[in-house]
T-cell receptor
Framework: GQQVMQIPQYQHVQEGEDFTTYCNSS?????IQWYKQRPGGHPVFLIQ?????EVKKQKRLTFQFGEAKKNSSLHITATQTTDVGTYFC????????????FGSGTRLLVRP | KAGVTQTPRYLIKTRGQQVTLSCSPI?????VSWYQQTPGQGLQFLFE???????NKGNFPGRFSGRQFSNSRSEMNVSTLELGDSALYLC??????????????FGPGTRLTVL
């Protein structure tokens, strides 16, 4: 079935260290979205990637979409305590409109 | 502009009962999607509605149903509740078109506990 594998499940870093989470699909994605959910909160949209090989940056966050559109990554440079939360990727397949399939999420903890 | 609102925020039910959850999307948004979030299964897609029509649904049993009204407000219903239905139920709204290509705005969720 359509699913997105996301790793790692948890990441505990020292403030100032970098962080990366990865998403992989066995089949080609149409596009991928990234969301952040703070503890006790709801998911908040970060970005959408559509094109093969696309790279987008938001301040310290860098998002990449693989050339084959089967994988994506989110990299945070120099983490801060405000980055704490769970990061989800959500994939869309060509034959499955109107439906986002979320990865299992990576929970980021930052030690001050 | 007000965000997505969900009522009630918390609910406790017993096995076998049924429950109805409500979602009011952001004004002007016509697409509403529902998700179930549990620690073990993560965020799972339930269904999506647009202009009172269900356009897609996830792999949930028929006990889970939904509907959308002409003002875009949506409800979901779970009948014959089971312990495993305990979860955070999130709804998300987005502008016209395909929500999988648009930013989804999530509500705060309804925390359902089944005893």
């Amino acid at each position: 079935g359509q699913q997105v594998m996301q790793i790692p499940q948890y990441q505990h870093v020292q403030e100032g260290e970098d962080f990366t989470t990865y998403c992989n699909s066995s089949t080609t994605l149409s596009n991928i979205q990234w969301y952040k959910q703070r503890p006790g909160g709801h998911p908040v949209f970060l970005i959408q990637l559509v094109k093969s090989g696309e790279v987008k940056k938001q301040k310290r966050l860098t998002f990449q979409f693989g050339e084959a559109k089967k994988n994506s990554s989110l990299h945070i440079t120099a983490t801060q305590t405000t980055d704490v939360g769970t990061y989800f990727c959500a994939g869309v397949w060509m034959d499955s409109s109107y439906k986002l399939i979320f990865g299992s999420g990576t929970r980021l903890l930052v030690r001050p | 502009k007000a965000g997505v609102t969900q009522t009630p925020r918390y609910l406790i039910k017993t096995r076998g009962q049924q429950v109805t959850l409500s979602c009011s999307p952001i004004s002007g948004h016509r697409s509403v999607s529902w998700y179930q979030q549990t620690p073990g299964q993560g965020l799972q897609f339930l269904f999506e509605y647009f202009s009172e029509t269900q356009r897609n649904k996830g792999n949930f049993p028929g006990r889970f149903s939904g509907r959308q009204f002409s003002n875009s407000r949506s409800e979901m219903n779970v009948s014959t509740l089971e312990l495993g239905d305990s979860a955070l139920y999130l709804c998300a709204s987005s502008l016209d078109g395909d929500p999988s290509y648009n930013e989804q705005f999530f509500g705060p969720g309804t925390r359902l506990t089944v005893l």
